[in-house]
């Protein structure tokens, strides 16, 4: 009976507990439900960080579906046949085009680009004429002196091994202390009548009054004395000067190493109209001063052929300045591009879209024939760029080298600025690219994208489809390589650059594939690059996502970039005005690519950020577009105004350039973005001067606590090579097996502490120098990583209409 009662009770026994302990059991109860939820948020972050493991087990990858309108116009697409080394795109899976015609093969056909003769040197006849070297040298404690025998010796017994001897004499050599200067520098020196001169001069530095000071300032007299001609030297056939110093008291050029050898160099210019044969040499004594001195004399020896053969000193950077050249002089054409994404306002450039010679618009893919803006129907493939047409000589005129009918190259200002110790791009800082070891070319000058922000779709050719008649790539690479090279000896009398910088350039390292146009659409594009990585040259390849088919099929590059100009699909059309209707869909697909083939090679996003296009309310698009590709790397810059009429007619002006402190805001906030997802990113490294700031994935590219974003270039090439086995796994045949590299086996460097977020990203080893009157009064660093150059109080970083670079080195 007991039973009743007490259940009877329990509602009164359970109201009198609630009552008396209703707030530790409230208390409880919420700690329980904090507990619980806190265990799976943070199990969710944990899972959510893995989205990018390091692949040391097989990975998982998503079928693609390719479709048929995406594959490449007259090709059908065997993914198996272009894998040339086995890499996985195999789980890329192109979905055969249903239905699609088999055309005819592509006719292939190559062309070589006619060698143009190069005019004879008016000074010099190779049929009658010799050459007669002087050899200059001062020495007050005896190094040059050595040195100077050294060097004689050695050119000595090249002449007597150099053919014809007869037009090169044996050197003949002149202390500078007991010449009499009038005697060879107020005019050459008056000897046989065929004989002509060429000056090799050898100095110390001394920062105190020496006999140099005295030569030094002979040399600037006759320079100004208004009864002499100016240049009174021009009759010499060429000039070079070599200078010894010692680091170890004048650490830098600022600070005096080789001050007067630069000197001797910059009045010698003067002298001669600009014949300097071969760059300025620099040797430390106590350091490489013999291996310098060496390099000079093959440099020299090889100008001193190309005089003997009738090419004189080369043809020399166009409009290098007037024969007052001084370390201001800006080697910088007006019409150069600077870089792939810095643009300048040019009259050249200033074409309007409708006047654009072949432009073409083919958002009618399917049909068998097209119409080029003359309405001339066109059933055969064409050359995309003839030698006879306008744009062919707009390119030229712009500092392009057109190789076969579709490829160009060209000498980029970085290029230039880092021969002259002036700095290199940001790929430098970034990655470890040392700007003079780099080519910048493309395959296909043609592109599917009219960005409002590209000052070259004015002249170069648009389109959807490759119908070009089609260049084979060993041509392509022989001429790229080729033109550049000849860009690089034009720079070889340019005042400042360095001799050894000079004699690396002439071995091409590491070529960026993003010049102008689109490098993929190219059909024989992995041919290309697998005969750039056998000549052991990195390929950074910037793709515009518009092309999945050939982004599905492509081999392992060295660093693979898409192009990510907008968030979302309104604003992507506004910014790239795509010709392919369906530009979105690509896009998207490309991204799935890229996220498929992360483990593969590096992969990177690049940002353009134009200011009321592509930049406020956007951050959260961009980061979903990250969580979908999941790049090794994000590098977000600002654009550089270019002042075209296409850029004018889609209402960009200066007001649409961001200020560097805007860019890091936005990078900031888009770390943040990504951090609340999980997603693993951090700000690792900077280059302030270019606008330009990189996040990159924390779990890959960090080691031991500290970033690794360069890149150890010749591991990357054993791998390919196979001299090296690489690490990434996949399931094949049911057995996990190492199928390739991944981009953790190539890691380079730790990133130098000058280039990380905060630091500004110039390297201190290089020369800053600011042009006439834009040194800032003040340099000061706002906030974390933001430099800041005020000019009487206003604020100048980022771009502005008629500068080549506002933060200039
Ligand atoms: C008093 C003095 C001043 C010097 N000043 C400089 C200088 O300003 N910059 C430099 O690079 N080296 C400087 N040096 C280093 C010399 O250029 C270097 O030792 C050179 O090899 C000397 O050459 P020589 O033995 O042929 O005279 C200086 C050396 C001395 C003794
Ligand atoms: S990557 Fe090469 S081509 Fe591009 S800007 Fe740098 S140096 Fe020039």
Redesign the pocket.
């Known amino acids: 009976m007991d039973t009743p009662d007490t259940l009877r009770q329990l509602p009164a026994e359970l109201l009198l507990i609630w009552h008396s302990h209703r707030i530790s059991i409230l208390l409880s109860t919420a700690s329980l439900v904090t507990i619980i939820r806190f265990t799976i948020y943070l199990r969710g972050k944990r899972e959510k960080l893995s989205v990018s493991p390091i692949p040391g087990s097989p990975t998982e990858k998503t079928v693609i579906e390719l479709k048929p309108e995406w594959l490449p116009e007259n090709t059908t697409l065997d993914p198996s046949a272009l894998n040339i080394d086995n890499h996985a795109e195999g789980s890329t899976i192109a979905i055969p085009p249903a239905g699609k015609a088999k055309k005819l093969p592509r006719t292939v056909k190559g062309q070589r680009l006619p060698s143009k003769t190069l005019k004879p040197a008016s000074i010099f006849n190779p049929t009658t004429d010799s050459i007669q070297p002087l050899i200059f040298f ?8 050595r040195f100077a025998s050294k060097y004689v010796e050695n050119l000595s017994s090249w002449i007597s091994t150099s053919q014809p001897i007869s037009s090169l004499l044996e050197p003949q050599v002149h202390d500078l202390s007991y010449i009499e200067y009038d005697d060879y520098f107020i005019s050459p020196p008056k000897g046989e009548s065929h004989t002509r001169y060429f000056y090799l001069i050898l100095l ?5 009054d020496t006999v140099l000071s005295t030569f030094l300032e002979n040399l600037q007299e006759t320079h100004n004395d208004f009864r002499i001609d100016t240049a009174p030297l021009t009759g010499l056939l060429g000039y070079a000067v070599f200078g ?4 170890e ?2 650490p830098t050029e600022e600070e ?5 050898a630069r000197e001797v160099d910059k009045w010698m210019a003067r002298l001669t109209g600009r014949k300097r044969a071969y760059p300025l040499g620099l040797g430390d ?1 106590k350091m490489d001063a013999e291996q310098r001195l060496e390099e000079w004399r093959f440099g020299v020896q090889e100008a001193l052929v190309e005089i003997r053969e009738g090419r004189g000193l080369g043809e020399g950077v166009p409009g290098s300045g007037d024969p007052a050249e001084s370390d201001e002089d800006d080697i910088d054409i007006a019409q150069d591009s600077g870089s792939e994404d810095v643009l300048i306002q040019s009259s050249l450039v200033n074409t309007s879209i409708s006047d654009a010679p072949i432009a073409m618009d083919f958002t009618t893919y399917k049909s068998t024939t097209y119409k080029s803006t003359t309405s001339k129907s066109i059933t055969q493939p064409q050359e995309m760029v003839p030698v006879t047409s306008p744009t062919h000589s707009a390119l030229t005129k712009q500092g392009y080298t057109i190789i076969g009918s579709h490829s160009g190259v060209k000498i980029c200002r970085w290029t230039k600025s880092a021969l002259r110790g002036r700095g290199s791009c940001y790929k430098y800082s970034f990655y470890g690219i040392a700007s003079h070891l780099c080519m910048e070319a493309t395959p296909s000058l043609s592109c599917s994208n009219k960005c409002v922000f590209c000052w070259r779709h004015g002249t170069n050719p648009v389109g959807t489809t490759w119908r070009w008649i089609t260049d084979p790539p060993d041509v392509i690479f022989n001429g790229i390589t080729e033109a550049h090279y000849k860009k690089i000896k034009m720079m070889k009398g340019v005042p400042g650059v360095r001799a050894e910088r000079f004699a690396e350039a002439m071995r091409i390292r590491h070529c960026a594939l993003s010049l102008v146009g689109e490098p993929i659409f190219y059909p024989h594009i992995n041919e290309l690059v697998n005969i750039m990585h056998r000549n052991r040259i990195s390929t950074f390849l910037v793709c515009n996502a518009q092309h999945p088919a050939q982004l599905a099929v492509l081999v392992p590059v060295t660093q693979l970039y898409v192009s990510i100009d907008a968030s979302n699909k309104q604003s992507l059309r506004k910014i790239d005005r795509p010709l392919h209707r369906d530009f979105w869909e690509r896009f998207c697909a490309c991204l799935d690519i890229l996220r498929n083939r992360r483990f593969e090679q590096r992969t990177v996003f690049r940002l353009t950020l134009v200011k009321g296009f592509n930049m406020a309310e956007e951050v959260k698009g961009y980061a979903d577009l990250v969580q979908r590709a999941l790049p090794g790397f994000v590098e977000v810059k600002g654009v550089t105004y270019c002042g075209t009429s296409a850029a004018g007619s889609a209402g960009l002006t200066m007001q649409n350039v961001p200020f560097y402190e805007e860019i890091a805001e936005f990078v900031k906030e888009l770390e943040k973005e990504l951090e609340s997802r999980g997603l693993g990113y951090g700000i690792a490294a900077e280059h302030a001067h270019s606008c330009c700031i990189l996040l990159a994935d924390k779990e890959r590219f960090k080691r031991d606590g500290k970033w690794v974003t360069r890149i150890d270039f010749e591991k990357f090439f054993d791998l390919h090579e196979g001299k090296v086995e690489g690490t990434r796994k996949e399931v094949v045949d049911g057995e996990e097996k190492v199928v390739g590299w991944r981009p953790e086996d190539y890691l380079g460097d730790d990133t130098p502490e000058w280039a990380l977020w905060g630091n500004g990203g110039f390297d201190p080893r290089d020369v800053r120098v600011w042009r006439k009157g834009k040194r800032p009064k003040k340099e000061k660093r706002e906030g974390e990583g933001c430099v800041v150059n005020e000019r009487g109080g206003k604020k100048e970083v980022g771009a502005k209409k008629g500068d080549k670079a506002i933060i200039e080195i």
Do not use: A, H, M
Request: with cysteine; glycine share 16%; hydrophobic share 25%.
């Open positions: 001062q020495s007050l404690s005896g190094t040059t002196e110390p530095t001394y920062n105190i010894f110093g010692d680091k008291g004048w005096g190493f080789c001050s007067q004594v």
